[in-house]
């Protein structure tokens, strides 16, 4: 599908706590939230997709949430579009509210399962959890649901949100928890106007084609997994993010955007400078001087190489080279914990 051009903010896993609960004893993930809303509005969205964990481990905050997330949408002009995922309890009365579902236009097989449409673009939600189980799962009724609303493309195609990624995580630790059966969605999707697929869950970021569709899994807002955890263990980062959708003619992009800034800027400079510089490289000739970013080869040289070299990763808390804490409780969580 060849559709106009969207920006969407995705956010996913705020797993939000009761009003003055820090996660892990640690992490203030209201304002973890609040601060994604307020950086959201540098990329002027056309619409916040949140693609859940609202709440950690079910607790009773949606009243609250949904109120943050109808400021945001009057702040940003925009839609904030919200599905549950395996922490939440989407029967909830306050979830099935009209700032959950403000604008959505059609309604599936129970909460979660929604049309939205953004201008032209259609967003539908799908809720994937399957309580009591490590994987998500989409039912029959949701995938016929499915088929039949795509059945009927939209004006500028549809982007799909699911909690549960169709792919396996990075770590092993994880394996068995994305969706199960993935390739029933792909078979529902495939000839559609399907333009991406976004999910979380992981809180980790990852991309992955399923059939021809892009899926984007997001890095989380609440905390980031340790990709470097010991064996056995799932640790978790004290790093929060957003990530900017782009929906271009014929073309998708996700970029992973950290909402601590960095400790040190190293370099700044006008982009008038890059113009300047590209410029006069086209013009040189290609052997009468080096390009304005290339390491000169006497600075490869044993006399002459640096003296700080990039530290192994670390693969244990602890290491004085690791670039972010690990979270006070979180390290060395057992497998069976939940994400």
Known sequence: MNGPGYTL??????????????????????ERTAEALRAAARYQPDAVVVTGDIADCGRDIYADAAGMFARAGREL??????????????????????????????????????????????????????????????TGEQ????????????????????????VDSLLPQLAGRGLARPAELAGVLAGTDVRAVLCGHYHHALSCRLGGVPVWAGPAVSYTQDLFAPPETVQGLDSSWLSVIRLGEGSFSAVPVPLQRA?????????????????????????????????????????????????????????????????????????????
Do not use: Y
């Open 143 to 166: 995938l016929h649901w499915l088929d039949t609303v795509l059945a009927d493309p939209a004006p500028d195609g549809t982007v799909l949100a699911l909690h549960h990624p169709p």
């Open 263 to 339: 400790e040190a800027v190293v370099f700044s400079r006008p982009t008038a400078h890059l113009k300047a510089a590209a410029s006069a490289d086209a013009t040189a000739h290609p052997d009468s001087s080096p390009h304005p970013w290339t390491v000169p080869a006497a600075a490869t040289t044993a006399t002459n190489r640096s003296t700080h070299p990039l530290p192994a990763p670390a693969r244990a808390p602890g290491r004085p080279s690791r670039q972010q804490p690990l979270l006070p409780v979180f390290q060395g969580e057992p497998l069976a914990a939940q994400l």
């Open 9 to 30: 903010i995705h956010l996913t896993d705020t797993h939000l706590q009761q009003p003055g609960e820090l996660m892990f004893g640690a992490l203030d993930t209201w």
């Open 77 to 138: 002009g925009c839609p904030v579009i919200v599905l549950p995922g395996n922490h939440d309890l989407p029967g909830t009365r306050a979830w099935t509210g009209e700032v959950f579902t403000g604008s959505r236009t059609a309604q599936g097989p129970g909460p979660g399962n929604d049309v939205h449409f953004v201008g032209g673009l259609r967003v539908i939600t799908l809720d994937s959890d399957d309580p009591g189980q490590p994987a998500g799962r989409l």
